[in-house]
T-cell receptor, first 118, second 113 residues
Framework: GAVVSQHPSWVICKSGTSVKIECRSL??????MFWYRQFPKQSLMLMAT?????????EQGVEKDKFLINHASLTLSTLTVTSAHPEDSSFYIC??????????????FGPGTRLTVL | DAKTTQPPSMDCAEGRAANLPCNHS???????VYWYRQIHSQGPQYIIH???NNETNEMASLIITEDRKSSTLILPHATLRDTAVYYC??????????????FGSGTRLSIRP
């Protein structure tokens, strides 16, 4: 159980285009999902927190108009990189938090999406 | 969330137990200790978590000191597939608004044949 998928697993696009990445919780409902990005040889950096049915909360320094997040259902969140540029090339990873009350707060991560902007 | 300190790298012989330490001296009473690992070019994988008691699952054991200021993740019989970056994270449980995970640098574990 507790499987999170991402689509696509990798994408190459031209500079100036927009790219949408999907994150799905396959066997549980996720009231909250998180988006991270990771540059080579660095740790994961949290970009934003996404709650179903409400606006995402972005971390300091992350442009909300560039990284559009939509959490339309309890099993799907999308990240759209608008007008992508080469510096947006990175490994994007989502995580999902089951909506189980009480106790610990385990999150489960997707396999990641590698974005390359030419 | 409490800050954690981990060694940047460790190595272990295949088949031996790998013991990964983590210091979290400022941990609060309601904070859990979580361990995740990230194999190259993959998303992080949940390993185990605990609050006060030692925990064991099919992947690993988690030993938490009595004062909860440090913990050790034990991989009982390390294999080459265990080569990864291991992250120790301390955070509050459900019910808190601060549920986001902030990753540190982790420990890069190398398993040698």
């Amino acid at each position: 159980g507790a499987v999170v998928s991402q689509h696509p697993s990798w994408v190459i696009c031209k500079s100036g285009t927009s790219v949408k990445i999907e994150c799905r919780s396959l066997d549980f409902q996720a009231t909250t999902m998180f988006w991270y990005r990771q540059f080579p040889k660095q740790s994961l950096m949290l970009m934003a927190t996404s709650n179903e049915g409400s606006k995402a909360t972005y971390e300091q320094g992350v442009e909300k108009d560039k990284f559009l997040i939509n959490h339309a259902s309890l099993t799907l969140s999308t990240l759209t990189v608008t007008s992508a540029h080469p510096e947006d090339s990175s490994f994007y990873i989502c995580s999902a938090r089951p909506g189980t009350p009480g106790g610990a707060d385990t999150q489960y991560f997707g396999p990641g999406t590698r974005l390359t902007v030419l | 969330d409490a800050k954690t300190t981990q060694p940047p790298s460790m190595d272990c012989a295949e088949g031996r137990a790998a013991n990964l330490p983590c210091n979290h001296s400022t941990i609060s009473g309601n904070e859990y200790v979580y361990w995740y690992r990230q194999i190259h070019s993959q998303g992080p994988q949940y390993i185990i978590h605990g609050l006060k008691n030692n925990e064991t699952n099919e992947m690993a054991s988690l030993i938490i000191t009595e004062d909860r200021k440090s913990s050790t993740l034990i991989l009982p019989h390390a294999t080459l597939r265990d080569t990864a970056v291991y992250y120790c994270i301390v955070r509050v449980g459900r019910g808190s608004s601060a549920s986001k995970i902030i990753f540190g640098s982790g420990t890069r574990l190398s398993i040698r044949p």
